[in-house]
């Protein structure tokens, strides 16, 4: 394995705002590393105004995505179209070393050298996945962090893992494109990454590299049509993959996913110890985000249709 001589980093617009991007960059532009470094905005037209930071920042390759319906996807929470920019950035990147983020994410600025390092640590990682903890002093924004990265939170095991997270991951190149074929009109991450394992690739998480969410004034009706717009993503490219009759046993199970999927939550935040007080507190609406979630894997697995 030869030692990487550029590290592309892919930022994905979730927020789509401008501040947040903003914020995202400027962390960016702090790393010390030894690497060249890349950095790629994929970006649609109702995100067009970010690209008023070209001139902040120079450096960064901002790519337009054409063809899509981004207003509707955008006013519905379309995961989908957050996945098309994924792709256009994983096209278009050239590093040997393939990072992606969000623009609600902050990083420190070891984060590139530390997934570099974590991937020469693992030689047999396809990717490399970090912590994820949550910058925000909003109770609905802890339960939303809860149920998206609560089993990222630190202190994160470091090895091999079955789930990383595309909010804060590294790949290497080769491995990417070895299952090409999975990305390529899509970026979906459960379904890149089951097809690196499969494989013969390992996934591994390290507590080392840390991204903060600092997702703001996030309301709840925004929560809620999120939880299941990204439920129905994530279960209608299991049920494509699996076929009948794995995806109608899913269905038929959905409706205890919200206890299974809180009960794990619990263990994990109670057996790491650093945000126990916060999940109790949020207890309640992660009660709801879960809820929903369910609804949203059951559309998925009997329509077979990410949406």
């Not at 901002?62 to 981004?70: I, M, Q, S």
């Not at 507190?281 to 329509?303: D, H, K, S």
């Amino acid at each position: 394995m030869h030692a990487p001589q550029k590290l592309s980093v892919v930022v994905g617009l979730i927020s789509g705002k401008k501040s947040d991007l903003e914020r995202c960059l400027r962390a960016l532009h702090t790393q010390s590393l030894a690497l060249e470094l890349e950095i790629l905005v994929p970006y649609d037209d109702p995100c067009a105004e970010v690209t008023s930071l070209a001139a902040q920042f120079p450096a960064v390759r901002f790519l337009r995505a054409e063809g899509l319906d981004t207003a509707v996807a955008r006013a519905g929470a379309s995961r989908e179209h957050h996945d098309t920019l994924r792709t256009l950035g994983l096209r278009a990147a050239s590093g040997d070393v393939i990072a992606l983020t969000e623009d609600h994410a902050h990083t420190a600025n070891t984060w590139c050298a530390e997934m570099v390092a974590a991937l020469e640590r693992h030689p047999k990682a396809a990717a490399v996945g970090g912590a994820v903890e949550c910058d925000s002093a909003s109770l609905l924004n802890w339960a939303v962090w809860f149920c998206d990265f609560g089993r990222y939170q630190n202190p994160l095991p470091e090895g091999s893992s079955e789930f990383v997270s595309d909010s804060n991951v590294a790949y290497r190149r080769a491995a990417l494109e070895r299952v090409e074929a999975v990305w390529r009109g899509d970026y979906h991450e459960t379904a890149v990454h089951w097809a690196m394992v499969e494989a013969g690739f390992e996934l591994c998480t390290t507590p080392r590299v840390v991204v903060w969410q600092a997702r703001g004034e996030l309301a709840l009706g925004a929560a809620l049509r999120e939880r299941f717009v990204w439920a129905r993503s994530f279960a209608g490219t299991r049920a494509r993959m699996s076929g009948a009759p794995k995806r109608w046993i899913w269905a038929v199970a959905s409706p205890v996913l919200p206890f299974l999927m809180t009960a794990r939550l619990a263990r994990t935040a109670f057996g790491r110890g650093a945000h126990k007080a916060r999940f109790l507190a949020a207890l309640p609406l992660i009660a709801l985000l879960q809820c929903v979630w369910a609804l949203g894997e059951f559309v998925g697995y009997v329509t077979a249709d990410p949406g």
